[in-house]
């Protein structure tokens, strides 16, 4: 999440801005900083993210916290420490947009320095004594290729997640909200559907560019793939199983079945799923951009696009339909 470990270490951002939370969550017999069910702001490596406080523990007169990250799998769950945690206020929801803003200002810059200093032949002097130095070589390299499929996933999950609109991060604040703490599915068939939306995108795409792009289609095509086979897999809560297995049967396709609030989950997990992709650095951003021209136009149609509520029972599809 955000190119950062799943560990509980404090950040250097974190540290610095706990402020009066953490001096409020240390001590003996002092009250916990934040309570049970409370929507926090979270550190988690540079970046701020919206959870919500599920347990609170007091350890050797330390409060501790396990936090969920709205919107993102449970195996992100973990216990914090309060200077991980700010108030989830409108100058903290500022300073998280800022943070955000700041790193892809940060890795624009890494970018252009690390090509400065790159220079041609500099490895040069690897080759000599080569016969000397084979077996370091040969460690050197397991290390430099396992550190870098490390630096392109990072890269993978920074670039599209800290450009991911804002808007749609609240939006699926509230699909988690509805489907776990509310029990509401979203009602199906969906309209429009996943292959509506994508259709409406190539579309749009053709009148912009005034041409049928061969790469949008094929990304697009790609898309639907993905949802198709990620959407039982991981792109479900419990509470939507049953509906699932009642609603795609035969040769019926996810796609056609599913609307926007699935879709843009699917765009929380593609991190993780481009991570395993063998693809040059620079084949990756070009397409992670074109990705985030897709969110940006579900973005601009969020509102004909995604539900405002959900009206499913999530007791089960006979629920559903008789709504």
């Known amino acids: 999440m955000g190119g950062s470990s799943n560990t509980t270490t404090t950040t250097s951002g974190g540290g610095g801005t706990g402020g009066k939370d953490k001096d409020k969550g240390k001590g003996k017999g002092s009250p916990a900083a934040f309570t049970e069910g409370e929507r926090v702001l979270a550190y988690h490596g540079p970046l701020l993210y919206e959870a919500k406080v599920q347990k609170t523990e007091n350890r050797e007169d330390e409060w501790r916290y396990f936090v969920h990250y709205l919107g993102w799998n449970k195996n992100w769950d973990e216990w914090v420490p309060s200077d991980r945690l700010l108030k989830y206020t409108e100058e903290n929801i500022r300073k998280q947009q800022e943070?955000?803003?700041?790193?892809?200002?940060?890795?624009?810059?890494?970018?252009?320095r690390a090509a400065?200093?790159?220079?041609?032949?500099?490895?040069?002097?690897?080759?000599?004594?080569?016969?000397?130095t084979k077996g370091?070589?040969?460690g050197k390299k397991r290390k430099n290729q396992l550190g870098n499929e490390e630096k392109e996933r990072r890269s993978s999950e920074s670039l599209l997640m800290s450009q991911f609109p804002l808007t749609l991060k609240k939006q699926l604040v509230d699909d988690w909200e509805f489907v776990t703490q509310l029990g509401k599915l979203v009602k199906l068939p969906r309209s429009p559907t996943v292959d509506d939306i994508l259709k409406k995108?190539?579309?749009h795409r053709i009148k912009k560019d005034n041409k049928i792009s061969d790469s949008y289609a094929e990304i697009t095509r790609g898309l639907r793939c993905y949802f198709d086979k990620a959407l039982p897999a991981m792109l479900l809560y419990k509470k939507e199983q049953k509906q699932y297995k009642e609603e795609i049967k035969g040769d019926v396709s996810p796609s056609s079945v599913y609307g926007a609030e699935h879709l843009l989950r699917?765009?929380?997990?593609l991190p993780e799923l481009l991570a395993s992709v063998n693809m040059e650095e620079d084949?990756?951003?070009?397409?992670?951009?074109?990705?985030?021209?897709?969110?940006?136009?579900?973005?601009k149609n969020q509102v004909a696009f995604f539900l405002s509520a959900y009206d499913g029972d999530s007791k089960g599809a006979d629920a559903v339909k008789g709504k």
């Open 99 to 112: 943070l955000t803003k700041n790193q892809a200002v940060d890795k624009t810059i890494k970018t252009g």
């Open 266 to 269: 699917l765009f929380v997990k």
């Open 201 to 203: 995108y190539l579309e």
């Open 116 to 132: 400065q200093n790159n220079p041609k032949g500099s490895n040069a002097d690897a080759k000599t004594n080569k016969e000397d």
């Open 283 to 299: 084949a990756l951003n070009k397409l992670q951009q074109k990705l985030l021209d897709i969110l940006k136009f579900l973005q």
């Open 136 to 138: 370091v070589v040969k």
